[in-house]
């Protein structure tokens, strides 16, 4: 199993009636290293191509033994890591399939020459998959958080439902084994999945918490016949 924390959130949906519980049709989203945050997780020490191959392998083959024959995987990165993750994937023995693009609203600032509005999504899965939005676009607009202030690198909601209802149905289950600030969790709620999601660094947990929380509302209606 990967013991280190990693600078991501891991999302693999899961077949709901699957009768062994085992995970399927996934969605898996990772963020690129040296972010800044006041939270640090312990794999922030990956500097080099090499180590960030050896990590990506590891943590997903602690996931793939959890797969159904179908299932799908979404990984988030930037530029500099791509190479690495997609080499990193393959090692794991997860297939590379294609590479999509998140085109955001307004750009990262940072000290880079030409500041990024995009983030690069590597689209692939482990023996076969099956896909739910037929001829969708490679290329995916979806505005950014201008302030993200439950984590260095939270995603949109909105987002994270376009990958899951191409990758998942109604009912089937959601494993987050990288929890971070819970938008996964959120975005299973509003879609109606179940999830179950896994975090080691207790700031982001709280905010998770509180988010899932947040949306969890039971109404319950009462009618006497008359």
Known sequence: ????SVCSELVISASAASSDARLARGAITA???????TFRSANDDITSESEYVAFTKDWLVSVMPHLTPKNSAYIFTSD????????????????????????KNQPVIGRKDFLPMHEIVMFGWKGAHE????????????????????HPTQKPVALLERILLA??????LVLDPF??????????LRLRRLFCGVEIEEGFLCVALARVFGHLVAVVFTVDAL
């Open 1 to 4: 199993t990967c013991d280190r």
């Open 131 to 150: 896909f739910r939005r037929s001829k969708d676009r490679s290329v995916i607009y979806c505005p950014r958080p201008h302030r993200s202030p439950l």
């Open 167 to 172: 990758s998942s149905n109604e009912g089937d």
């Open 179 to 188: 929890l971070g600030s819970g938008t996964t969790a959120v975005a299973c």
């Open 80 to 103: 500099v890591m791509a190479l690495a993750l997609r080499e990193g994937m393959q090692r794991a023995g997860l297939r590379f399939g294609q590479m999509l693009i998140w085109i």
């Open 31 to 37: 963020d690129p290293l040296n972010r800044r945050s």
